[in-house]
């Protein structure tokens, strides 16, 4: 079982903009200031033709319920990694995970970059899978929600940075 997250936000900026933003030590920094989750560079590598991988260690967020906490690590960090491919016809497509590490849950999905008349439409989609029974599917449904708002704060941050 699993639980679908979808977040969708439009950006003041275009498709490459967006991507260059998203993608770089400044964007870091200046949302782990913001959001107070102490976002750090683990790795940033350009790929051939145009791709990036970006992996972000970052503290995750509180105000999740306190039964949740036993399956989380101890630090409190995650390990976000974001591989966006190359350019094509305008459009950018990647991929995201998150490892949780010691828990037994996996979050990830795609993302896309699409040109709009007015900047572009950034678009998350992924899943939620916690895998422990009997409060697996109450524990998916809580991290989807905190994904959903954490992406809607970074959407303003973004919009806000791109507008400067």
């Known amino acids: 079982m699993s639980t679908p997250v979808t977040m969708r936000s439009d950006c003041p900026g ?4 967006v991507l260059a933003l998203l993608t770089s030590d400044s964007w870091v920094q ?5 959001l107070g989750d102490a976002s750090r560079i683990v ?8 791709g990036i ?7 995750l967020p509180g105000g999740g319920p306190g039964f949740l906490d036993r399956f989380l690590p101890k ?8 591989a966006w491919g190359p350019p094509g016809e305008g459009v950018r497509h990647g991929s995201w995970t998150v490892e949780i590490p010691g828990a037994p849950a996996g979050v990830g ?10 900047g572009s439409c950034y678009t998350v989609e992924g899943e939620v899978t916690v895998r422990v029974p009997l409060i697996g599917g109450k524990a998916e449904r ?4 905190l994904l ?17």
């Not at 275009?14 to 903009?17: G, L, R, T, Y």
């Not at 809580?142 to 929600?145: K, P, Q």
């Open 148 to 164: 959903v708002k954490l992406a809607a704060k970074e959407a303003e941050l973004l919009a806000d940075a791109l507008r400067s």
């Open 43 to 50: 790795r940033r590598e350009e790929q051939p033709g145009g």
């Open 75 to 82: 630090d409190g960090r995650v390990l976000q990694t974001d």
């Open 53 to 59: 991988v970006l992996a972000v260690s970052r503290e």
């Open 109 to 118: 999905g795609t993302m896309r970059l699409e040109p709009r008349p007015a």
């Open 30 to 34: 200046h949302k782990g200031e913001q």
């Open 142 to 145: 809580v991290v989807a929600d």
């Open 14 to 17: 275009d498709v490459e903009a």
